[in-house]
């Protein structure tokens, strides 16, 4: 991946541009020391790393826009960052940047149970927004895997939805309105706890803008009383194939459930190994969940289980205690960790109409073969959002770059197949080569154009989401 | 309200430019004779009116294309038009115009049961696109009231919602791709049959954007299976701040019903004159509806029953029978029809938190004292969304000011208690100097540079939605 030339007279400046922070931020809010700026040097996406000139942990609103100024006025490159979980290096600083981190702005600014909206500064983890509001009987529900680490400014940031986003939506959906600084420190407020509002969208076009259009530092998100109760069925199939279609089934016949996950053998295999959570011994399997009162959950788990049974289900393991639920979940929940003990692997995130489920499946077989990489498969079925997780060895010369070959050509099969290459982690550096099989030139441009038009210098993480050579040109002419 | 002054050279140019259009145009697709183009003069707002230059009705994407290109190159301000049924004002001309009107293009281009999606050119009416999957057990969700008449490309212009949004959302949650021209006749794609999409969302952008940005010519809408059943209850209280409060608390509870909506007295009794459904005499009433099976049904409206009864009820009416729910949701489907045989009345659309409903009901029927105009209000109360309906004499010399005045009153009060200007009609000319209200400079800046880069000359729909100073300014720097 090639990374960005730094820009020789940010660094020449270094000294001063330190000193111009230091002025409007209280003592410790700026590091530089290569010592302390280490845990900064990458995300989640840990194959690329580069030590920022500096990091600043601001605490307020006003303290960002207190450090942007500087920045803009200095011509800084600015990479604002979550919780850094960045599958994609959506974080991943550059050697000329000021790192923008929020983590210490995680306070709760306001609860509204009568309008069920929670206010609360962005640095602030996913998980804890529940964790605020569950006493009263409320939670937040897109609920990423990494929602006990990740950041709302990174969900925010990457749209990210989670298991349950088949019947509650992603971010974009449950989020109200936002404080965002822009480049040039200029506050804005957009949406509030109404529903829409006039003129453009912006609240929407900023959300999933993976941090190039301003720095969100406050966000209104919408909460929900938690269901009366919840009930999760496993389902063992003969085929990744009849798993799919089973799937497709499901959402076509029109039932909600909150989450469908899917789960192929050699996933199932090493989260057995790992968890021992009693998993079947399938070629793939189904947890699909239901939520409501008993009698609503029997209505709904009636329907679903009636189309399984069409598809020749191996076993259909309807959960009949809180126990028995939480060692349903427990594999799925263990999937990653436990494909992390048996292999390096590259987690894709490409997304498809859920008819295509099968075929696709299908053929990321195939290409694993002639790829000669093996590939495990846990993802959200329901939605369509797929995680391919690609095997590698890191120490095996040429094994990455093979790899990397590989997840291009499965997410650009997604593309063909009416799909897109990202459903949740964002394009960040990783896919941004890959744009161009996704948008045509115009589209790619209008894109850039609405950047020109919130960061005219673009310097508000540059180097991510489109094409090198497009943002660069944009940089150079701005 | 200012009408902005057609531009002279354009107007000096008129037989050139219609035979530049008549010559990339099949014959028959260019009106300009004043008794053909008579139609065209007003939308729904009909207070205000005035002949285009010339109306073009294309049959596809293509002649749109064609029609875009040719004003573009001779600077000539195209007004893009759905069935015209705006309350705003939207697809209002102006006299140096083409006005724009889709309304041909109402061909199904798709229909995918398996994804559950629908592919339309977007001159199809509402109504018809659930029309075109009926038999296979599907409809589409969204349902203004004018569902009848008005166009999935006003849908998407204005964001609309209708009466079961509560559950189903607005248009753009109900939108999944678009074919759109931009002013200078390029074809973009935006979105498609699959989840989000990577880069930044123009597709949600688009969406409410009135037809300032481009030209949609086709659609691919999320279609639903029909539910199993609905039930409504209508409930009868002693005063609208009651209701207002029992609204409030059902929403806080969790419950979802498919629609929640409110009727005063003064709703109810024009309509009990005009169609005769029974409904009981009282201050406000609620009409709540919930879907699913019977004991899905049962369930939701016991909690809601509850609720209900703790705000000392005049009457609770359960639906029995297929004939009673008609019974019960006919004087809502008559009310603006009823409303309309009284006075002369002016819709408002201004959206609040639910929380604030009894606070701006109040203020609301004080304000009518002050301003000795009468007030009616029904609306979807469940999601926030008002629309008081203020009573008028078109004869009477300043009534039409004075109603205008108040009706500017009750959506700055929207506003300070924390909503909206506008749910679902738009802003078009009837809002745009109320702006000011809801934004500061700088968020109304950024609105109008994302207009630039889609349309640097401000020829589409120009003359909407920002304040005509604005606007104008606009046109003459670019």
Redesign the interface.
């Known amino acids: 991946m090639e990374m960005p030339k730094p820009d020789s007279t940010v660094l020449s400046k270094k000294d001063s541009i330190l000193r111009r922070l230091q002025e409007v931020l209280p003592a410790g809010a700026v590091i530089h020391e290569a010592a302390e700026t280490r845990a900064y040097e990458c995300d989640a996406l840990t194959a690329y790393r580069c030590p920022p000139m500096a990091v600043v942990l601001p605490a307020s609103t006003e303290e960002v826009a207190a450090t942007l100024r500087v920045c803009h006025e200095l011509g800084v490159p600015v990479v604002p960052r979550g919780a850094g979980t960045s599958l994609a290096g959506g974080a991943l600083p550059t050697a000329d940047c000021v790192l923008l981190g929020v983590a210490r702005m995680n306070a709760v600014l306001e609860t509204?149970?009568?309008?069920?909206v929670i206010r609360v500064q962005t640095g602030r983890t996913n998980l804890s927004v529940s964790g605020a509001v569950e006493e009263a009987g409320f939670f937040y529900a897109p609920d990423p895997s990494s929602q006990l680490a990740c950041a709302i400014a990174g969900n925010v940031a990457m749209?990210s939805?989670g298991a349950h986003c088949l019947k509650y939506?992603?971010t974009?959906?449950n989020l109200l309105g936002v404080t965002m600084v822009?480049m040039d420190g200029?506050v804005?407020?957009?949406g509030?706890?109404?529903?829409?509002?006039?003129?453009?969208?912006?609240l929407?076009?900023v959300?999933?803008?993976e941090g190039q259009?301003g720095v969100v530092t406050e966000a209104t998100l919408r909460i929900?009383?938690k269901p009366e109760g919840a009930r999760p069925v496993l389902m063992a199939f003969s085929s990744s194939e009849v798993a799919g279609q089973c799937v497709?089934d499901i959402?076509?016949?029109?039932v909600l459930p909150v989450a469908i996950e899917f789960m192929d053998r050699l996933c199932i295999r090493a989260t057995e190994d790992f968890a021992r959570a009693g998993y079947p011994d399938c070629e793939a399997l189904l947890i699909v969940e239901v939520e409501?009162?008993d009698?609503?959950i029997?209505?709904q788990l009636g329907v679903i289980l009636q189309i399984a049974r069409r598809h020749d289900p191996l076993e259909l393991r309807e959960s009949g205690s809180a126990e028995e639920s939480a060692r349903i979940w427990l594999g799925r929940k263990s999937a990653f960790g436990a494909m992390g003990q048996i292999a390096d692997y590259m987690c894709l995130d490409g997304?498809?109409?859920?008819?295509a489920l099968p075929m696709v499946l299908r053929r990321i077989g195939e290409m694993s073969e002639e790829f000669g990489l093996q590939v495990g498969n846990v993802f959200h079925a329901g939605?369509?959002?797929m995680h391919p997780l690609i095997l590698y060895d890191a120490n095996k010369p040429g094994d990455l770059e093979l790899c990397e070959r590989f997840g291009a050509e499965i997410l650009k099969l997604c593309v063909e197949a009416?799909?897109?290459?990202?459903?949740?982690h964002?394009?960040g550096i990783e896919?941004r080569d890959l744009?161009v099989h996704?948008?045509?030139p115009?589209?790619?441009e209008?894109?850039m154009?609405?950047?020109?038009?919130?960061d005219p210098r673009w310097l508000l993480n540059p180097a991510k989401?489109f094409p090198l050579a497009a943002s660069r040109a944009r940089r150079v002419a701005g």
């Open positions: 509204d149970y009568e309008n069920r749209n939805g939506g992603v974009t959906n822009l200029t804005v407020e957009l509030g706890a109404h529903l829409d509002a006039p003129g453009y969208d912006l929407g076009l959300c999933g803008s259009l929900l009383p497709s959402i076509k016949a029109g409501g009162s009698a609503e029997d209505e997304t498809i109409p859920v008819s939605d369509g959002n009416g799909g897109c290459l990202t459903g949740e964002g394009v896919k744009m996704q948008f045509a115009e589209d790619m209008i894109q154009a609405v950047k020109d038009v919130f989401v």
